[in-house]
């Protein structure tokens, strides 16, 4: 029980989780997950599919309400109490594998929705902002569009700008590629390369080894629910310690 | 929708070779037709009974029939015992209806202009030439009715009120956009001081003048931003006092008028089914909501609700409401007649209408609450702007189908003695002159009557089906 008082931003990590269980039913899917994320640090989780991964990050932003142990987010513990949940949400952002954009909106409606209606920002600034955001993306000609027209990568790199419009603290990533078709992949890698460079915090589940090796400051790998090692990208692709996780990286590469 | 011809921009695929020619009539009928045998007997024997059906049809309308007693009592059966020295109302009533229709109207195809104009795709904007093709039924009940009077009068009316649509139409549509909210309202306006004219100041007119007026207040104070904490009372200050204002001012005016209470025939059915509609469907919304909710209490609320209704015919229903609806209540004056019926058509449709949501609302992805939790938002506003336009978009059409049933069951409004067009239709047939005259023929008409309303309702719950895109986005 250390970061429970406030002490000076740039000291005190951005997401913590100690000792966190989490159970669907019986089953447990996070076994005592301990892990502390650093400022602008880029966190890549890996491991094979039902290892927890999504699931760890769904509790960040309480889409899944731990068990035990404890989240916080910026100082922020997560509770049950709708006014901190509300407020993480703020801080974080997040994009899923199926992009969920909200199909009845234009591109620009979908980015502007959460500037206008939770930060109460005027049309045209949330506009303005919205703009700069699809420039950094890269599709500003796509704003008047819908969803549906738009080709996948495109509908990931507006998720991406959808979710900055909230100014995040920090950015999680839930396979962010894996509906993809391949020569999409990369303008969503260079878009997430970029946010990384710029300095944000990130918290990557993906199955792209080159993401993880060039862009990761730590790789996190978990396996049946626990963290299995973290270490630096240089020691997983090289010499992993643990026999799973040894496993898993030949499988893989 | 245009006949899509050869476009420069799709180039002819296949070497250059043009779409294969447009089969000729007789080519079309041997290929479809009578391209064997059985087909050829089938279709020579449907043709022969068609052809006869056709002919007794039109023999019928036009020779036979007797349609003296629908002329007759056309008055009658359109507005039943409408206090005819009160008539000027419902004259005023519908100029100010249409003239509300026209800018709605003019507003919906001007936005739609604008957002094609912001996304670069080309715009068709609707002319009256289309709007008469797509309520051609509509078109025909008029003529029909026109028909049948004998002055110019009614003509020069419906002409006019027609006019007027149209051209607070094109009014709307050239106003900029700020002049165009002030005319939202002024539609708000219209067809407020409409209701008013015709049934006076009191009940409905009362809540109506209200909303209205907080919305304004809504509207115009929703720019002024300040970081005060006092902002949202002050604001609700500022509603409340209009509203009052409103209330003070009505307590004053009498235009007279003739309540709901007094209407009869086909206006009673348009009424009542108008009324029901507009009330159901956030009573459905309610319950299809309530029944997804958290709280076992307000579950189990609304659960009971739609099964007790859903379980129980319309007419006992109706019987009950008219019965004993009264008892229930705790005012001196219980509600009238026409109020109860609509009350109870209201909670019937309700418990429907809230099921069909309820479908509506399971076909919404879990991934759209979770993205716009994920984005911040509140529940009330997941609610509202992500997962209900996208659940009511997927039901327009069995959302639809049931208002044209509640339309079809303002008939029953017959059983408990009130005065619809199903019973003034009987009641002609207690004159004297038409004790056996022409009743197939007054059914005939009443059945006309709710067909082209029904079939135009479900024709444009198709249009709009398409241009929302259900099924495709």
Redesign the interface.
Known sequence: MTNTEPTNGAARPMVTLEGVDKYFGSFQALRDINLSVARQEVVVVLGPSGSGKSTLIRCV?R?EHHDRGRITVDGIELSNDVKAI?QV??L???V?Q?F?????L?VLDNIT??PR??R?M?RHEAEELAMQLLERVKIPEQA?????QLSGGQQQRV?IA??L??EPHVMMFDEPTSALDPEMIKEVLDVMQELARSGMTMICVTHEMGFAREVASRVVFMDEGEIVEIGSPEHFFTDPAEERTKRFMEQIL | MTTAGPSPDRPATGAGRAAPPRPTAAAWARENLFNNRHNSVLTVLLGAGLVVLVIYGARFLFVTGQWEPVRTNLTLLMMGTFPREEQWRIVVQVYLLCASVGLLWGGLTASSRD?AR???VPFSRARLRDGVRRWWPVFVLLAVLLGMTRTWLPLAFVASALALGVAARRVMEALPEAGRRAAWFGAGVCALAGWQVLSGTGGIAWWWGSALVAAAVVRLTR?V?TDARWQPLARLTLVAGAVAVVWAVYAQLDFGGVGWDDWSGFQLNLVAAAASIVLAFPVGLLAAVGRRSQLPAVRWLSVGYIEVIRGVPLITLLFMGDLFLGFFLPTEDPLSKVTRAIAVMTLFTGAYLAEIVRGGLQAV?R??V?????????AP?VLS??VL??AL?AVIPALVGQFINLFKDSTLLSIIALTEILRIRESIHGQREFLIVGIAETLVFVAFAFWALAFTMSRESQRLERRL?VG??
């Open positions: 932003n889409l509300r949400r703020r974080t952002g997040m899923f199926q969920n954009l909200f199909p009845h234009t929705l959460a209606q939770v109460r005027p008047r569009k819908y969803p549906g998720a959808r979710s419009a909230t | 957002r912001d996304a670069g720019n931003r992805p991934g759209q979770e993205a716009a939790q994920a984005i911040g938002l509140s506003r702007l992500i336009p996208q978009r895109g495709e986005r």
